[in-house]
T-cell receptor, first 114, second 114 residues
């Protein structure tokens, strides 16, 4: 059964600590995305990757880093430079370049600060 | 710059009645739109889409209408069911610059009362 798996579902971070959120997909999609959702706001794009070993900043990339070493995996690191990391993080994937191909989302990771 | 806006944060309707969710956009280059549905603690799921060459697209109880001159689209759910209670996001791909990268509205929380 194809899909996107995000782990963990809940994550707690101490001040000054980096944490990494996992995202794995078995949909054979080329493109992967990371979004952040805050209460009362839409999804804001953090980073996206069209192909392996390539990624681009989204609208709110500061304080975050990513890697794309494998087609199936797109981990997101929330660094200590991100001053307001508490949010719901969503990973998505899609076929790149096809406008009518909807993005498929994982079930998210909720990150909180201790 | 919020290019896709959903001005109603919430909507409450009675079961069996029509739900109408609205979305406005400012970027005249947008020519494809998607609606996503999101339950709490889950990722969004694709619901329905519309291309700018059409003014209406229907899928079962869900119909999306597009008014290009007004830069406005709406999602109609008829008849509404309690299971439709969720947050609904409209989204548009930034086609000219980045393929299927999406920009999202803020979302509307729909509550369908039995």
């Amino acid at each position: 059964d194809g899909g996107i798996t995000q782990s963990p579902k809940y994550l707690f971070r101490k001040e000054g600590q980096n944490v990494t959120l996992s995202c794995e997909q078995n949909l054979n999609h080329d493109a992967m995305y990371w979004y952040r959702q805050d209460p009362g706001q839409g999804l804001r794009l953090i980073y996206y990757s069209q192909i392996v070993n390539d990624f681009q900043k989204g609208d709110i990339a500061e304080g975050y880093s990513v890697s794309r070493e494998k087609k199936e995996s797109f981990p997101l690191t929330v660094t200590s430079a991100q001053k307001n990391p508490t949010a719901f993080y969503l990973c998505a994937s899609s076929n790149w370049g096809l406008m009518n191909q909807p993005q498929h989302f994982g079930d998210g990771t909720r990150l909180s600060i201790l | 710059d919020q290019q896709v806006k959903q001005n109603s944060p919430s909507l409450s309707v009675q079961e069996g009645r029509i739900s109408i969710l609205n979305c406005d956009y400012t970027n005249s280059m947008f020519d494809y739109f998607l609606w996503y549905k999101k339950y709490p603690a889950e990722g969004p799921t694709f619901l329905i889409s519309i291309s700018s060459i059409k003014d209406k697209n229907e899928d079962g109880r869900f119909t999306v209408f597009l008014n290009k001159s007004a830069k406005h689209l709406s999602l109609h759910i008829v008849p509404s069911q309690p299971g439709d209670s969720a947050v609904y996001f409209c989204a548009a791909p930034l086609r000219k610059t980045s393929g299927s990268r999406l920009t999202f509205g803020e979302g509307t929380q729909l509550t369908v009362n039995p």
